[in-house]
């Protein structure tokens, strides 16, 4: 037995690196402008400043893993209101179902991290080592003095946007111009030095090297997407009924397509949108300005290429006019999708400003349930959590509401405060032990369980006279008849 029938072949490729043509075109434009405004975004938003009062951070959006909260401009999220937090992750679920469903990969060719990234690093690779063709020869020529040049200022420049890409995010978790300072001085904590260093690491890798394989092999979203995709979804196309066959310019009884192979050549995905529809395609639309930059060349019409639906193809083959893309667009998937994402932003903007700035927790204490007392009183215990929102100290107030009377105190009140009062400070939560008792021989006194509510009400102010209140639900545990 030979060697060649003794091992199979091997199943492995190495990966051809794919160096993509420069194009200009509409789509070209619109992807460095949403490049540019996506990493102003990122790289801005940590430094701007949002007053609010002397007790609270003044960075608009800041992540506050030390004291659990969460600040996005006026509005601040603490841990128990995480309801925000989810609703605004299935917002974004929704979102990308619904543009999907519209008009396929847009997410993934115009504003996902990892196309933006990318696009940046080509865009550097590109100044460095020249278009496609230069890039193509120092790929393939052996290591020498300009190839190490060339490859050393690029990776370095490389290493810089990984660099404040990572210490851009760790900005959002604490005061931006103290971590600035502590970074530059070596005196950050090993958490920020370790969780830039990972940041720097992944984004250099997976922009500068991985590139599309991140998109093919990683990202679960090509393998989703066609559960989200029907006959009426708009993607990119090409017009084979058009183009076929293909053959050079000015050869007669051939389509319009002279396989100049541009739009294979400007693809950052390394494919062919001639031969269909493939799980690697983004639908940038970088193709579709090749192909109409060429169309235009040799005076043939634009659209060779396009953003189309299947129903467009099957219109266009039997010689009927386009359909609409406002029919495209307003359909029952679409509109269902746009309800759904309606519907729980409304629910959480009404949350928003329905919440309370204080709030309150109740626990009965039930080892045990009750107490009696010498003179036959019997009295319950509650643990309280009173959680002031307010950027300033507040006295508050606690009360309880029931049909039958129930005295209360506030263990370590002083006379002079009033026994149902107590001082939460500034953004901070107060634990309150509270003591409910009924007189001997009352009804609550009697009986095994009473309903009853606790109120809380916050102290108003001369610049917020309107006074908070909130309350929960409890019981009061008697003796029984």
Avoid at 187 to 194: E, K, M
Avoid at 386 to 414: C, D, I, M, Q, Y
């Amino acid at each position: 037995m030979s060697s060649s029938e003794a091992s199979p072949p091997s199943l492995y490729a190495a990966r051809e690196p794919i160096f993509p043509r420069r194009v200009k075109g509409a789509f070209r434009t619109a992807k460095w402008w949403i490049m540019a405004i996506t990493l102003g975004i990122y790289y801005i938003t940590p430094w701007l400043r949002w007053d609010r009062g002397p007790n609270l951070p003044d960075q608009a959006v800041l992540i506050d893993m030390a004291h659990r909260r969460f600040f996005f401009f006026m509005i601040e999220i603490w841990p128990h209101e995480f309801y925000f937090v989810a609703g605004l992750l299935i917002m974004a679920g929704l979102g990308l179902f619904l543009f999907t469903s519209a008009a396929g990969r847009v997410w993934c060719g115009y504003a996902c991290p990892q196309t933006v990234w990318t696009d940046l690093f080509i865009l550097v690779e590109r100044w460095i080592e020249g278009d496609r063709n230069a890039r193509i020869r120092l790929h393939r020529q052996g290591w020498n003095g300009e190839k190490i040049r060339k490859r050393a200022v690029k990776w370095v420049a490389w290493f810089l946007i990984a660099l404040a890409t990572g210490g851009a995010w760790i900005f959002y978790f604490t005061d931006a111009p103290t971590l600035a300072r502590d970074l530059l001085t070596f005196s950050a904590h090993p958490v920020a030095w370790i969780t830039m260093l990972i940041l720097t690491a992944t984004t250099f890798t997976f922009g500068g090297f991985a590139r599309e394989q991140i998109c093919i092999y990683a990202c679960p979203w090509p393998r989703i997407q066609a559960a989200m995709m029907d006959e009426d979804t708009i993607t990119v196309a090409y017009r084979d009924w058009r183009g076929e066959p293909r053959g050079k310019k000015g050869d007669t009884g051939n389509g319009d397509c002279i396989d100049c192979m541009a739009c294979v050549n400007v693809c950052p995905m390394g494919i062919d949108i001639r031969n269909g529809q493939q799980l690697a395609c983004i639908t940038c639309g970088l193709c579709i300005d090749a192909c109409n930059d060429m169309m235009d060349k040799i005076g043939k019409p634009r659209g060779l290429i396009d953003y189309i639906a299947l129903t467009d193809e099957a219109h266009e083959r039997a010689g009927k006019p386009k359909i609409s893309i406002w029919k495209h667009v307003f359909r029952l998937r679409t509109i269902l999708y746009t309800v759904l994402w309606s519907g729980v932003g409304a629910a959480l903007v009404v949350a928003l400003f329905l919440r309370s700035d204080i709030d309150l927790n109740v626990t009965p204490v039930r080892n045990p349930t009750y107490v009696m007392l010498s003179d036959g009183t019997i009295r319950n215990t509650y643990d309280l959590r009173v959680r002031n929102k307010h950027g300033e100290a507040r006295w508050f107030t606690l009360s309880v509401v029931s049909e039958v009377p129930l005295g209360l105190a506030v263990e370590g009140a002083e006379e002079a405060w009033g026994l149902n009062r107590v001082e939460v400070a500034a953004n901070e939560t107060a634990q309150v032990r509270l003591y409910l008792s009924a007189a001997p021989d009352s009804a609550a006194a009697l009986a095994d369980r009473s309903e009853v509510q606790i109120w809380v009400e916050g102290q108003g102010t001369s610049d917020a006279p309107t006074r908070d209140r909130v309350f929960r639900n409890t019981v009061f545990n008697g003796a029984g008849e």
